[in-house]
């Protein structure tokens, strides 16, 4: 109980614009309950799924997909500790007034200080968000963070589920799907067809090629989400992704910052590692 409220006043202490505002806790017959800001327009998994009559256009997407960015940004560089989330998804998206996205749930959140070692030792997240070294070792880290995000990413751009069982085979695994998209030079045919013709070509291009670099199976590789907004806001240009597993060295080079052993050797690696399991 006492690590328990620790952690809640320390998260009560966040405050940024695209998180959702930790008011406090209470006890209830044995259930510890967080309280947070009440978000008018719910969760953003429910204007993708449930609710057709309030489907967000590109620009609205858009600009969640930053916010979240930008949130995620501050947990992990800008606030005094780092702060892992571990379930990033459309779900613990929930949008204001304004429909401005803003992260919450942060039930299975981990703090630490920055330049330690992160201690979790067990899978926490949800099925399809999970990247593969997570399900391995059990340690979540800022770089899992990433990946989840870049699940999130394909969600909110194609309006599906990173993994449903219900769809047809090819279509099970939605980053796969993607990525035939990507191989054949159709990239933004994998767009959710709510959107229609109203879209930014270029903006919904940059997304699902982000996702792609998210999901990269070795994390040194993923970019820091820093790099993320950079290449949102276009102060960046996104490196271009290889598609056959040559000149790997070269691709090394596009993160100067991490001291990366890729062992990627063919594209169908890459998609091999990108299958998700575990979960809570």
Known sequence: MREFVAEIVSMGRLRHRNL?????????????????????????????????????????????????????????????????????????????AELNGRLGDFGLARLYDHGADPQTTHIAGTLGYLAPEHTRTGKATTSTDVFAFGAFLLEVACGRRPIDPRAPTERVVLVDWVLGFYYRGEL?????????????????????????????SEPRARPSMRQVFQYLERDVALPELLVNGEDLDEFAALFPHSSMALSVTASSTIVADSLLSGGR
């Open 20 to 96: 959702v505002q930790l008011l406090g806790y209470c006890r209830r017959k044995g259930e510890l309950l967080l309280v947070y800001d009440y978000m008018p327009n719910g969760s953003l998994d429910k204007c993708l799924y449930d609710q057709p009559k309030m489907t967000l256009n590109w620009r609205q997407r858009f600009l969640v997909i930053k916010g979240v960015a930008l949130g995620l940004l501050y947990l992990q560089e800008e606030w005094e500790q780092i702060v892992l989330h571990r379930d990033v998804k459309a779900s613990n998206v929930l949008l204001d």
């Open 188 to 216: 933004v045919e994998a767009r959710d067809p709510n959107l229609g013709t109203e879209y930014i070509a270029e903006e919904l291009e940059l997304v699902l090629k982000l996702r792609l670099l998210c999901s990269h």
